[in-house]
């Protein structure tokens, strides 16, 4: 119980000064912003209303998610290693795997505050692109301004929000602009399911895109695999290195399939290196969205499984090079 009690609260502290560091916050509201500007500058839907949009944002949720994965790593382990706060820390009855597991707890739950941004800026992204209406009232194309333009404002509240609290109670500007950017956004999802494209009380009558849940839920999977790997390169090398680390790893996963997994019936080396490279193809399903689709529960279940397995796989690795890393 009281190992529990240390994680836990090394977990809040990790996941607090991650979020204190202001390029946490920079690479969330370049992401959002990112997500939200993508159906102004889109010219052509290719066939689908909104897919440029939904494929953008799902896009700029891995590729700013792989940033963050890697400085928040380096600000929850290798930075302290350095400064000799882990020492200080581990020199208490703290164990190593305690405090390695809480390191990797702490960056997760920041993944999974940045990930809810960016998922919330993707739908307000397909609701706000333009798409072909037919009703006795209007046929044409229409672009719903009015969403667009509140969830862009949620970007300057939260900052201004944030810095007001700042000034009166002293509370980290960076920290609660993260989670006001999150309050606001939830905001205008709510306005989104009660007001339709026109502006108009009507509840449910333009839904939103759900069907991009299970896609993000599957980019997270991926972003919480790259956190625990990271975390683990993290103990021996800083942020640069550790990004380059981390983008080998992608780059290789990308391509697993034509290096190892059209070679599986020969040589051993080909399925090793199948097994244990994650296989980022299964991550990324935002084809299966085309024309309607959807992600099948058993997919992403069994997507779990796969994530729980290389998760799993690489905390061990982790804690055993922990293990071995001197600290000062």
């Given at each position: 119980?009281?190992?529990?009690?240390?994680?836990?609260?090394?977990?809040?502290?990790?996941?607090?000064?991650?979020?204190?560091?202001?390029?946490?916050?920079?690479?969330?509201?370049?992401?959002?912003?990112?997500?939200?500007?993508?159906?102004?500058?889109?010219?052509?839907?290719?066939?689908?209303d909104?897919?440029?949009?939904?494929?953008?944002?799902?896009?700029?949720?891995?590729?700013?998610?792989?940033?963050?994965?890697?400085?928040?790593?380096?600000?929850?382990?290798?930075?302290?290693l350095?400064?000799?706060?882990?020492?200080?820390?581990?020199?208490?009855?703290?164990?190593?795997?305690?405090?390695?597991l809480?390191?990797?707890?702490?960056?997760?739950v920041?993944?999974?505050?940045?990930?809810?941004?960016?998922?919330?800026?993707?739908?307000?992204?397909t609701?706000?692109?333009?798409?072909?209406?037919?009703?006795?009232?209007?046929?044409?194309?229409?672009?719903?301004?009015?969403?667009g333009?509140?969830?862009?404002?949620?970007?300057?509240?939260?900052?201004?929000?944030?810095?007001?609290?700042?000034?009166?109670?002293r509370?980290?500007?960076?920290?609660?602009?993260?989670?006001?950017?999150?309050?606001?956004?939830?905001?205008?999802?709510?306005?989104?399911?009660?007001?339709?494209?026109?502006?108009?009380?009507?509840?449910?009558?333009?839904?939103?895109?759900?069907?991009?849940?299970?896609?993000?839920?599957?980019?997270?999977?991926?972003?919480?695999?790259?956190?625990?790997?990271?975390?683990?390169?993290?103990?021996?090398?800083?942020?640069?290195?550790t990004?380059?680390a981390?983008?080998?790893?992608?780059?290789?996963?990308?391509?697993?399939?034509?290096?190892?997994?059209?070679?599986?019936?020969?040589?051993?080396?080909?399925?090793?290196?199948?097994?244990?490279?994650?296989?980022?193809?299964?991550?990324?399903?935002?084809?299966?969205?085309?024309?309607?689709?959807?992600?099948?529960?058993?997919?992403?279940?069994?997507?779990?499984?796969?994530?729980?397995?290389?998760?799993?796989?690489l905390?061990?690795?982790?804690?055993?090079?922990?293990?071995?890393?001197?600290?000062?």
């Amino acid at each position: 119980m009281r190992g529990i009690r240390q994680g836990w609260i090394l977990a809040g502290l990790t996941a607090i000064e991650i979020v204190r560091q202001p390029v946490c916050l920079l690479l969330t509201i370049t992401a959002v912003a990112a997500c939200l500007l993508s159906p102004l500058t889109l010219m052509h839907n290719f066939g689908e209303d909104g897919k440029l949009a939904r494929d953008g944002g799902l896009a700029f949720h891995f590729l700013f998610g792989l940033f963050l994965a890697a400085q928040a790593s380096a600000t929850a382990l290798h930075r302290e290693l350095q400064s000799g706060t882990a020492a200080a820390i581990l020199s208490k009855p703290v164990n190593r795997m305690v405090f390695f597991l809480a390191k990797c707890g702490g960056v997760a739950v920041v993944l999974v505050g940045f990930s809810a941004a960016v998922t919330m800026a993707t739908l307000l992204a397909t609701r706000t692109a333009e798409v072909f209406l037919m009703t006795r009232q209007y046929v044409g194309y229409v672009m719903d301004w009015r969403t667009g333009i509140m969830a862009l404002a949620a970007i300057p509240a939260a900052v201004a929000t944030a810095a007001r609290l700042n000034y009166r109670t002293r509370r980290s500007f960076t920290s609660s602009a993260f989670v006001m950017l999150l309050v606001y956004l939830a905001c205008v999802v709510v306005y989104a399911l009660l007001m339709d494209r026109h502006g108009r009380f009507a509840p449910l009558a333009s839904p939103l895109e759900w069907r991009i849940l299970g896609v993000s839920y599957l980019v997270l999977l991926a972003l919480l695999i790259l956190s625990v790997f990271t975390v683990t390169v993290s103990t021996r090398l800083p942020a640069g290195p550790t990004l380059l680390a981390a983008s080998a790893l992608v780059i290789a996963g990308l391509v697993s399939d034509y290096l190892f997994g059209s070679r599986l019936s020969s040589p051993a080396f080909a399925r090793l290196g199948y097994a244990i490279i994650p296989n980022w193809q299964n991550f990324w399903m935002a084809d299966a969205l085309n024309a309607g689709g959807r992600i099948s529960y058993p997919y992403l279940t069994g997507a779990t499984v796969y994530a729980a397995c290389m998760i799993t796989a690489l905390l061990g690795i982790g804690l055993l090079t922990f293990e071995r890393t001197e600290t000062r």
